[in-house]
């Protein structure tokens, strides 16, 4: 039977919409009738929501303005709320009825505030709850709601929101640092006015989980102190955006690095040639002195106070400088002799000892395969190169034959060490930078050759900070060995670390340069030299 035919009967209407589903027009103001066709469709095992479009058209506009009904068929089916009378679209608890549905049935009917009377779209409670749901639904909100800072604060966990905003609300500047912690705090510092730009309070709260964005901040507040000490405290690598004259302001740096001693790296040159300045910044932190130019190393007030700050020696004395790293370098060796000794046993039945391991070949030598490598070789190389640096109380000591008594007292061989050591060879040079490139900066003018500057920077690129003149090539080559690192984490030296190969060679020419000034003697007819006295 045609669900328009006019001359159908109220029995006829409700068989129909028991078995099939569907309302006749003739009925469609019929509770009773509507019902049993909802009760046939959403019985079917097929039913999703929207499938009542038909039963709802066909509904009189008497019982699409019935509250009570209607707000039961949107507790089946929310589209039902498209069918509404204009009344109800303005009613806040048909609107706020809905709320309670998913976003994702929502969107799939379109249901937002666009079907909402004009009034609930300017009442706060209505909008909280849909844009709670959906921020996008803060477009079709009232102006005076999209003013409202609590209500675009909460549409902004949503993205695309955040362009929904009023204008009025980027004046606020209390808005604007709120916006700060939204999950799209970049969509909302890209919408904040230039003004902002150039307010420290605004700048902090947007830098300070992104310090990048302190490129876009003004030159007033860049140069300003408080502003950018206090951006340090959040994070050292905001001395990249500091300007070149407070890298070379020493109150600001010293600050800096009070505040954290890895903005040290950034001070300009000039500090470092500065010997009140490099004082002051090891009373902060000692382990900064390598900072410091040769210059203002070789300064006595500089040395003086490194050892005051850090107690390194009994008294700052050359000789004590010499016992306590003379036990610092025999210590490996006492421990490892401790440890080769086999335990006491009971005299019967006690094995054959077996000997004592002789000396490897190279730096180690191996005692109970526990190997005593170069690093207590590095270590006492470091340590007394410091000492050699700052020559203890004016004593007058010859540090590089110092280390090579040293050294060849615990290996065997003998180690180049170039500071103060005025008949530097162009061997020895190299040498000594290829296994530390900063040493370059001990290197004589004349000694810094091109081949010593790349065999620097090759072994470590920051060699060429400490590079007097440094050339195109070697600048170039500098940049290669960085990124090349940076990348692959590996030094790309063309002379590769072989401490052994270096110390044989250094001890080599020694020995070829004392022969030589020995047979110039000899010629002269000067007295014969033992061998205890060639031995030093």
């Given at each position: ?7 159908i009967t109220r029995e006829e209407a409700l068989r129909l919409a028991k078995e099939e589903g569907v309302v006749a027009k003739k009925f469609g103001g019929d509770k009773e009738v509507v019902i049993r066709a909802v009760q046939k469709l959403v019985a079917d095992p097929s039913f999703e929501t929207g499938d009542l479009h038909d039963v709802f058209k066909a509904m009189s506009n008497e019982l699409k303005d019935d509250k009570q ?341 615990l290996t065997g061989e003998a180690y180049p060490m170039i500071y103060g050591y005025a008949d530097q060879t162009h061997e020895e040079c190299l040498d000594a930078v290829s296994l530390h490139g900063t040493d370059v900066r001990f290197v004589l003018p004349e000694n810094q050759t091109t081949d010593v500057c790349l065999a620097a920077v090759r072994q470590d690129p920051k060699a060429i900070d400490y590079i007097a003149d440094p ?66």
């Open positions: 039977m045609p669900q328009n035919d006019t001359s009904f209607m707000m039961g068929l949107m507790k089946v089916d929310p589209s039902a709320i498209h069918y509404v009378s204009a009344r109800l679209r303005d009613d806040k608890d048909v609107a706020l009825s809905l709320t309670s549905v998913s976003k994702q049935t929502l969107d799939k009917h379109f249901i937002n505030l666009y079907v909402f009377s004009d009034r609930l779209r300017d009442d706060k409670d209505v909008v909280l709850a849909y844009v709670g749901k959906n921020g996008e639904d803060l477009q079709h909100a009232s102006y005076r709601m999209r003013s409202d800072a609590e209500v675009a604060r909460l549409a902004a966990n949503n993205r695309k929101a955040i362009q929904f905003i009023a204008p009025v609300l980027w004046q606020d500047k209390d808005f604007v640092i709120s916006m700060s912690t939204s999950p799209y705090s970049k969509e909302a510092f890209e919408r904040i006015p230039e003004r902002f730009m150039d307010d420290a309070d605004v700048m902090k709260a947007y830098s300070s989980p992104f310090f990048g964005r302190l490129a876009l901040a003004s030159e007033r507040l860049l140069h300003d102190k408080a502003f950018m000490l206090d951006m340090i405290k959040v994070n050292s690598m905001v001395m990249e955006y500091v300007p070149e004259e407070l890298k070379k302001d020493p109150g600001f740096m010293l600050d800096a690095i009070k505040t954290d001693k890895m903005t040290a790296s950034y001070m300009d040159r000039s500090l470092r040639k500065d010997v009140d300045f490099m004082i002051d910044v090891i009373k902060v932190d000692a382990s900064l002195y390598n900072l410091a130019s040769p210059s203002v190393s070789g300064d006595d007030r500089f040395m003086k106070t490194y050892w005051d700050v850090t107690g390194m020696t009994r008294s700052g004395k050359a000789e004590d400088i010499i016992d306590e790293l003379e036990a610092l370098i025999q210590e490996p060796r006492r421990e490892a002799e401790r440890e080769s000794k086999e335990p006491e046993v009971v005299p019967a039945e006690a094995p054959k000892l077996e000997p004592k391991p002789e000396p490897s070949s190279d730096l180690s030598f191996q005692a109970d395969k526990k190997v005593i490598d170069p690093e207590a070789i590095k270590q006492a190389y470091d340590t007394l190169l410091f000492a050699a640096i700052r020559q203890a109380d004016g004593w007058n000591v010859p540090w590089p034959e110092v280390f090579r008594e040293l050294t060849k007292q050339t195109p090539e070697v600048i170039k080559e500098a940049e290669r060995v960085r990124l090349h690192q940076q990348q692959f984490g590996t030094p790309v030296s063309d002379r590769p670390y072989d401490l052994q190969r270096l110390l044989n060679e250094a001890e080599a020419a020694r020995r070829a340069k004392r022969e030589v000034e020995f047979s110039e003697e000899r010629a002269e007819d000067a007295p014969v030299v033992s061998d205890d006295e060639t031995s030093l």
